[in-house]
């Protein structure tokens, strides 16, 4: 017997439930506790680093802490073999990849020289066989993460310490003033392509923005900008980005706004329990506001940006008409939109 085989090659069971999502973290608490003692492993830190995750996007960071200190509970209390198969039974295909990622982030020495230390090399490799990885996709997950990490660390500021209120797209193509205050918890999060600020107030705004190639440049002069913007919008980004996080998300108004950046398109989605903070019920679980999710796109320069907001509800809160609750928030991203330097 080699030294994981009590990990990947258990035949415990969990009396625990995953979801997919969970699956993923487990890796990383798998990972993380692999080599070390459990009470080692500090949830709070590690799910601050899974928050990072875009399969995480729709969770709070105490969310995913909660989540972290339940799968440590899982492995204290029934052993890494069972958790892993656990994870391993939910685990979907279109997460195996960063299932991988969370246990290399979790092995990556981020204090020297940004590498997998060679003790920490064989247990990957018994990872990267269990999940079924070649070679070359398991190099491809490692190369991508250092480089984010390293990309990290070339930034003038960090997440927590911004000698200046102005954010700066790493492509050079916007600034805007940063719309959260770090006092009331305010945060950056910014990755390729996007960047998002919120706060514990429930403040999201978000701002994805994509480099248009010369095809979809053809493809909108021939269906026009409004069902070009439309089909990006609805058809591709909402699926994505929202159904695949909260599958009972619905778009209750669209409008084409054509004096608007010239030419924009804006959609209202209802999220049942879709928004970024929770409540605290009397049994003690936390449990997801529902939110309204603002989204509206248009294009400047060669660039196409999709502008995103949240307004969550409070359970008894009464809320207005869609139409009116789309002018509400359709006007408070206009107002952010009106603050962002395009260059």
Request: aromatic content about 10%; glycine content about 6%.
């Given at each position: 017997?080699?030294?994981?085989?009590?990990?990947?090659?258990?035949?415990?069971?969990?009396?625990?439930?995953?979801?997919?999502?969970?699956?993923?973290?487990?890796?990383?608490?798998?990972?993380?506790?692999?080599?070390?003692?459990?009470?080692?492993?500090?949830?709070?830190?590690?799910?601050?680093?899974?928050?990072?995750?875009?399969?995480?996007?729709?969770?709070?960071?105490?969310?995913?802490?909660?989540?972290?200190?339940?799968?440590?509970?899982?492995?204290?209390?029934?052993?890494?073999?069972?958790?892993?198969?656990?994870?391993?039974?939910?685990?979907?295909?279109?997460?195996?990849?960063?299932?991988?990622?969370?246990g290399v982030i979790v092995l990556i020495d981020d204090e020297e020289e940004l590498v997998i230390p060679q003790k920490k090399q064989p247990y990957?490799?018994?990872?990267?066989?269990?999940?079924?990885?070649?070679?070359?996709?398991?190099?491809?997950?490692?190369?991508?993460?250092?480089?984010?990490?390293?990309?990290?660390?070339?930034?003038?500021?960090?997440?927590?310490?911004?000698?200046?209120?102005?954010?700066?797209?790493?492509?050079?193509?916007?600034?805007?003033?940063?719309?959260?205050?770090?006092?009331?918890?305010?945060?950056?999060?910014?990755?390729?392509?996007?960047?998002?600020?919120?706060?514990?107030?429930?403040?999201?705004?978000?701002?994805?923005?994509?480099?248009?190639?010369?095809?979809?440049?053809?493809?909108?002069?021939?269906?026009?900008?409004?069902?070009?913007?439309?089909?990006?919008?609805?058809?591709?980004?909402?699926?994505?980005?929202?159904?695949?996080?909260?599958?009972?998300?619905?778009?209750?108004?669209?409008?084409?706004?054509?004096?608007?950046?010239?030419?924009?398109?804006?959609?209202?989605?209802?999220?049942?329990?879709?928004?970024?903070?929770?409540?605290?019920?009397?049994?003690?679980?936390?449990?997801?506001?529902?939110?309204?999710?603002?989204?509206?796109?248009?294009?400047?320069?060669?660039?196409?940006?999709?502008?995103?907001?949240?307004?969550?509800?409070?359970?008894?809160?009464?809320?207005?008409?869609?139409?009116?609750?789309?002018?509400?928030?359709?006007?408070?991203?206009?107002?952010?939109?009106?603050?962002?330097?395009?260059?």
């Amino acid at each position: 017997m080699t030294k994981y085989d009590y990990i990947f090659h258990s035949s415990e069971i969990s009396e625990e439930s995953l979801s997919p999502e969970e699956a993923v973290a487990a890796i990383a608490v798998v990972t993380a506790i692999a080599d070390s003692a459990v009470e080692e492993v500090d949830p709070e830190t590690l799910g601050s680093i899974l928050w990072e995750f875009e399969v995480f996007e729709e969770y709070s960071e105490d969310e995913i802490t909660e989540i972290v200190d339940r799968l440590i509970g899982i492995a204290e209390d029934e052993g890494l073999g069972a958790l892993y198969n656990a994870a391993s039974e939910v685990l979907s295909d279109d997460l195996v990849l960063d299932a991988f990622a969370a246990g290399v982030i979790v092995l990556i020495d981020d204090e020297e020289e940004l590498v997998i230390p060679q003790k920490k090399q064989p247990y990957l490799k018994k990872l990267q066989d269990a999940l079924d990885l070649e070679d070359e996709e398991a190099q491809e997950i490692v190369q991508e993460i250092i480089a984010a990490f390293q990309e990290a660390e070339n930034e003038e500021y960090l997440e927590e310490d911004y000698s200046e209120d102005i954010y700066e797209s790493p492509l050079g193509n916007f600034t805007v003033p940063i719309p959260v205050d770090s006092q009331q918890g305010g945060k950056v999060q910014s990755q390729e392509g996007v960047v998002g600020f919120s706060d514990d107030f429930g403040t999201l705004l978000r701002i994805d923005y994509y480099p248009i190639p010369p095809e979809q440049v053809n493809e909108m002069g021939s269906i026009g900008q409004e069902e070009y913007l439309q089909s990006i919008l609805v058809d591709k980004y909402v699926p994505q980005a929202i159904l695949a996080n909260v599958p009972n998300a619905q778009v209750e108004y669209s409008e084409y706004l054509s004096d608007m950046m010239a030419g924009a398109y804006f959609v209202l989605i209802n999220m049942p329990q879709g928004s970024t903070i929770s409540k605290q019920e009397n049994n003690g679980t936390a449990t997801r506001l529902d939110a309204y999710r603002g989204l509206l796109s248009f294009i400047d320069a060669e660039f196409l940006y999709i502008v995103s907001s949240q307004r969550s509800f409070l359970k008894d809160e009464i809320r207005g008409s869609v139409e009116e609750e789309a002018e509400d928030i359709k006007e408070s991203i206009l107002e952010f939109v009106e603050t962002i330097d395009f260059t």
